[in-house]
């Protein structure tokens, strides 16, 4: 359930950090990828150098390295993670979570964060019961945080009560529990292109586009995240899928990945061709290279390739979902739509050319879903890991 998941852990001055070196080593023995971030107190009972044996990597207690002056990037920590959890939560870093306090790189880094934080509460008894406490904790709740309950029993004061920092073994249980949950794509089965195509004219050279692959790879690791099983089509790139989930077939050609989408769509729920198909090949690709002629022009005649969205438009049942892509460069929605509509799609993911930071080669893209019914959602530009996000809500909820 953990394997391959990564984890921030959050440590803060409490007498219960000493818990938390065993609950990264449950995590670890699971296989998550473990992180740890320690506010200054959190060394005062438990040393860094225990965290970095067990996590296995390097701890965060400063936003630089004092001796190199390395940067410690936050925004860096917020994006890695798929899960923040701070264990111990003191009482008096709730309260600063919950009006937004940022001043060390623990905090700051929760403004950062992407994922869900969990918080693991570890305070005495009437700190635990005051009314701002209890007032924190509902806040917080309702800004969707995750908690791992505090426990009964003797505190550190002496007390008897309500505020012990739940088990390791209770806390590493809940964050099983919040992985478990987040599987609505379980026992889907769900088809992607991604990337470019590309069509010989001879032994050394082709027609293709400037498709890296990253947004369907990105929809592929989101949805397999998420429990889907997901067959990856995939033209030429330099990306390697990193969910086990994800079942890659190399293609080359656009008739290569027709072939491998109307072998595999039957058996599929659904499907979203994000790759970058070449619409023409060359007639004739030449056996051996071709050599230049002096004086002579080159002409090269193009025929069309089989158009996949279309074919798979064709053949889809109505329990199945096709999604497509439009990158256009004018008449954006009117394209999509009828692309949309001319191919049988439930949805299209519509991008610009002339969006800065979209489309081909980019990190970040940004998209409107255009659906069947004329329904449109426009997504400011964004990471396109987060982009996928998008994508997968929009299948989800056909799905539905």
């Known amino acids: 359930?953990?394997?391959?998941?990564?984890?921030?852990?959050?440590?803060?001055?409490?007498?219960?950090?000493?818990?938390?070196?065993?609950?990264?080593?449950?995590?670890?023995?699971a296989g998550?990828?473990?992180?740890?971030?320690?506010?200054?107190?959190?060394?005062?009972?438990?040393?860094?150098l225990t965290i970095a044996?067990?996590?296995?990597?390097?701890v965060y207690t400063d936003f630089f390295?004092?001796?190199?002056?390395?940067?410690?990037?936050?925004?860096?920590?917020?994006?890695?993670?798929?899960?923040?959890?701070?264990?111990?939560?003191?009482?008096?870093?709730?309260?600063?979570?919950?009006?937004?306090?940022?001043?060390?790189?623990?905090?700051?880094?929760?403004?950062?964060?992407?994922?869900?934080?969990?918080?693991?509460?570890?305070?005495?008894?009437?700190?635990?019961q005051n009314v701002v406490t209890q007032q924190n904790f509902n806040i917080l709740k309702n800004r969707g945080f995750l908690f791992a309950e505090a426990t009964e029993g003797e505190l550190a004061s002496g007390l008897s009560g309500k505020g012990r920092m739940a088990e390791p073994e209770d806390i590493f249980a809940e964050i099983e529990h919040y992985f478990a949950a987040n599987q609505d794509f379980k026992d889907k089965k769900i088809l992607?292109?991604?990337?470019?195509?590309?069509?010989?004219?001879?032994?050394v050279r082709f027609v293709s586009n400037y498709s890296t692959g990253k947004m369907g790879y990105a929809i592929a690791e989101e949805l397999a995240e998420r429990g889907g099983e997901v067959v990856l089509v995939s033209g030429p790139v330099d990306i390697k899928p990193k969910h086990a989930n994800i079942h890659l077939?190399?293609?080359?050609?656009?008739?290569?990945?027709?072939?491998?989408?109307?072998?595999?769509?039957?058996?599929?729920?659904?499907?979203?061709?994000s790759a970058a198909v070449a619409d023409y090949a060359p007639?004739?690709?030449?056996?051996?290279?071709?050599?230049?002629?002096?004086?002579?022009?080159?002409?090269?005649?193009?025929?069309?390739?089989?158009?996949?969205?279309?074919q798979l438009g064709k053949i889809k049942t109505d329990k199945q979902i096709l999604a497509g892509f439009a990158l256009e460069t004018e008449n954006e929605q009117y394209n999509a739509q009828k692309k949309l509509e001319s191919k049988n799609l439930d949805f299209i993911v519509?991008?610009?050319?002339?969006?800065?930071?979209?489309?081909?080669?980019?990190?970040?893209?940004?998209?409107?879903?255009?659906?069947?019914?004329?329904?449109?959602?426009?997504?400011?530009?964004?990471?396109?890991?987060?982009?996928?996000?998008?994508?997968?809500a929009a299948l989800l909820q056909l799905l539905n």
């Open 1 to 29: 359930m953990l394997n391959g998941k990564k984890i921030l852990v959050g440590i803060t001055g409490g007498i219960s950090a000493y818990k938390t070196a065993s609950l990264i080593r449950l995590l670890v023995k």
């Open 32 to 48: 998550a990828e473990v992180k740890a971030v320690m506010s200054g107190a959190a060394k005062q009972f438990i040393t860094p």
């Open 53 to 58: 044996t067990l996590s296995k990597n390097p």
């Open 65 to 128: 390295n004092p001796e190199n002056g390395e940067w410690h990037s936050h925004v860096k920590l917020g994006i890695w993670a798929d899960l923040y959890v701070i264990a111990p939560a003191t009482a008096n870093t709730i309260a600063k979570i919950t009006h937004g306090i940022a001043d060390n790189l623990l905090l700051t880094t929760v403004l950062s964060a992407r994922c869900k934080v969990m918080l693991a509460p570890a305070m005495d008894l009437d700190m635990y």
């Open 192 to 203: 992607i292109t991604a990337g470019p195509t590309r069509e010989k004219i001879d032994p």
């Open 249 to 273: 077939i190399n293609v080359e050609s656009a008739q290569e990945m027709y072939n491998e989408c109307i072998n595999h769509f039957p058996k599929c729920d659904a499907a979203i061709m």
């Open 283 to 310: 007639e004739k690709p030449a056996t051996d290279k071709i050599k230049r002629q002096p004086g002579q022009n080159m002409v090269l005649n193009l025929v069309p390739n089989p158009d996949i969205a279309a």
């Open 350 to 392: 519509l991008n610009s050319l002339n969006d800065k930071g979209a489309g081909f080669g980019f990190d970040t893209n940004k998209i409107s879903i255009v659906y069947r019914n004329g329904k449109s959602e426009s997504f400011a530009l964004k990471p396109k890991t987060e982009v996928a996000k998008d994508i997968a």
